[in-house]
């Protein structure tokens, strides 16, 4: 099987670990066992924002992803893409019609309606992960999870626990927990904001005051009808800008009215949900560090979540691959074939990160946050061949 | 009181639910959004509310908001429950963090109870709530378990690795969910003398979803997947050895709408959602709160009730153009009057609303950004000296007169 034969070699090349951690590793019960698997997960963005109220605009719904990558631990492990079925459930979130009218709103917004507690994609707050063939991994895709657990408490960092079973016995083979983000603190009230009106009045008032339009009649609206947008698969109109260059664009010489020591913050999640939160974030990176200023994102050019900051432009080492040619680091992967938000974490979130949550399956699986860099957790004997992050060797 | 409440008490009934009307009261925020999440049968209101580093303090509301201390340390707080002893039970925790704190307040200060989040008390000191307990294998999972004694104790699932409790009745059975073997389902529950038994949902499938809240009686209260996999609320009655003698669709504002109910007053009287319309459970379905109040919901959305106290009072959560903010729904009885803080300005009782509402009833603009309106006891007559009486008379703790 070729799988096997590209893990051998890799098995044959990897090095040594760190004799501390693998001593943690073993303290941890991480001893070589036959037939034994782990799972690895993430989310694909480290943090999806949405909406509290839908009932006069949307510009982002409910919606999720988490990806989970299946291991065969052995000498020469093995990434399953199949003979195992996955599922997740949100243990502390379970449920979302009612924490956000969404689904009040949907058949307008979207055109159709949306079963409650289904997202757009057809995904519900608990099931079955699908095969992606081409990542080969499992995915669950639109998850309408919202930031409020069952008890009421606000969580933006809810743990969904990832269950791996053998696809004949039903036998559970392996469970992880990964952090599925979402947060609505997204706060244009801080300049939006007429007495006696809402932010969703005001914003639309505005939109239609400059340009033209007359989305206060016509609510509620969907941004993306008009604007394209890759995040929700929107085509938009033919000559209206995508809703990033016009978002962008039309706030670029407004943000230092927002007061805040990052004004990325005062739309995007936010200063207390934290949407960077991971080891860039510790290193005093911050958003436009990557991403460039609001006049680069707002740059008509840009393909929004396509042209992404690439982790090669800085990080550059001899024999390593920071992604794969021409995909994102969401989508790349390292090792093998493993994919490197396995290891890394998700993106805004790599590890190790601020948050315990982000930093549970790490420490589970190796004792200590960061990278998954123990070879123990995959390999069941250490391997004596020096370790290689590219796909091939 | 600050009494408002103590007015509303006195006149309130709390019967027939159906046909009620309520005053709707701003429960208000310490600086930006709140949440009640318990009205007590004292009338004591209880929640969450940002501050201005927009961190969730625990919040008493209703008499003007104000801080409940937790424990220190942690970003976020919120209070859930009042003991018998008008302790306020809460929980702190942080963004992000694995770990949650249990604590009593007794307005004085806060004395940590343990890791978990207290979601209610009997009268009896049981509370119920829901622990974050590392497993043997490394997993953080939330546990069902309850507090009694200076004790915390985790409560079995029903096959699982994992559960939450919401309730607790006055015989000390606790309200959940928790997952069945290999995770196969997240099954409403109930723990009574330690042992956990699945409470059943309103489709015959063993993976429909559900979750208990509270009790009444033998009448359990909450909600579950029905047939067609919609969440609706449910109410579950028990037979004196705790057994399941019957399950009912408790209505929603349709029959294809989602409905959940999260408490039950003595009376028997259940709130919750549906649709995300706050809504009260009467024998003749599910009623929008937002329909049913005196001069109507104005800008308000009423989205979630939390609680109704034996007297009927109902708080939760509803939205303020846009924003989230906790509500309080006040049974009428008779005539219902407008809120005493005629000039919306946080204070009540307080000599300066009648000086605003006599100087309005003049025709003089409001001085304050917002006041109510000179119909105080809504009768339709305006401008009308009777209007002035009722003021009088609620702030001086009488009732409503027409």
Known sequence: MELTRRWTAWRRRAVLCVLGACGVAAAMGLQPEPESYVVLAANDLGMHCMQNDFSQMMILPPFNTVHAQ???????????????????????????????????????????????????????????????????????????????????????????????????????????????????????????????????????????????????????????????????????????????????????????????????????????????????????????????????????????????????????????????PGTLFRNSKGHGGVMCVSCHGSPHATGPAATATDNAQATRVQGHAGPVDTCLVCHTSQPDEPFFHSVEH | MKSTFAIIMAASVASTAAAQTYRLVDLGTIAGESHAFLVSDTGRVVGSSTKVSAHFVGAELGTGPASIGGVPGYGETAVFAVDADDNALGVSYSLGGLITQAFRNDGTSAAALGGFTPRAVNASGVIAGTAHTHDVNGFVLPQACSFSGGVLAMLPTLGGVTGQAFGVDELGRIFGSSTTLREAASRPCMWSGGVARDLGTLSASASATGQAWGAQGNGVVGASQNASGIFRATRWTLDSGGAVVSRVDMGGLSPTTPSYAYAVNAAGDAVGTSGFHAVVYSAGGAVDLNTVIEGGAGPWTLEKAWSISASGVIVGDGSLLGFPRAFALYPCSGACCDDIDFNRDGLFPDTVDIDAFLSVFSGAPCATPSCGDIDFNNDGLFPDTMDIDALLNVFSGGTCVR
Not at chain 1, 135 to 161: Q, S
Not at chain 1, 166 to 176: D, I, K, L, R, Y
Not at chain 1, 281 to 303: F, I, K, L, Q, Y
């Open chain 1, 70 to 324: 299946v291991i065969r631990r052995g000498n020469g492990p093995d990434i399953m893409d199949g003979d195992v079925t996955v599922s997740f459930e949100l243990p502390t979130n379970t449920h979302s019609s009612d924490k956000t009218n969404f689904w009040q709103h949907a058949q307008q917004l979207l055109g159709a309606a949306v079963p409650h507690d289904v997202g757009v994609t057809g995904t519900g707050m608990r099931g079955a992960m699908t095969l992606d063939a081409v990542r080969r991994d499992y995915v669950a895709t639109g998850i309408p999870v919202t930031p409020i657990d069952d008890d009421g408490k606000e969580n933006p960092y809810p743990l969904a626990l990832i269950t791996v079973r053998n696809a004949s016995s039903g036998a559970v083979v392996a469970q992880t927990q990964a952090v599925v983000p979402v947060s609505w603190e997204m706060s244009c009230n801080l300049c939006h904001s007429t007495p006696g009106g809402s932010t969703a009045t005001d914003i639309l008032q505005d939109h239609d005051r400059l340009h033209g339009t007359d989305l206060v009649h016509a609510q509620p609206v969907m941004c993306a009808s008009c604007h394209s947008d890759n995040a929700l698969g929107a085509p938009g109109q033919p000559g209206v800008p995508s809703l990033s260059a016009a978002m962008h664009g039309a706030h670029t010489t407004r943000m230092d009215q927002s007061g805040l020591q990052n004004s990325c913050y005062a739309c995007h999640p936010g200063v207390r949900t934290s949407c960077q939160r991971d080891n860039h974030s510790a290193a005093g990176m911050t958003c436009t560090d990557c991403h460039g200023g609001m006049t680069e994102v707002a740059n008509p050019a840009r393909n929004p979540w396509v042209d992404l900051p690439r982790c090669g432009s800085c990080h550059s080492r001899p024999e390593f691959e920071y992604e794969q």
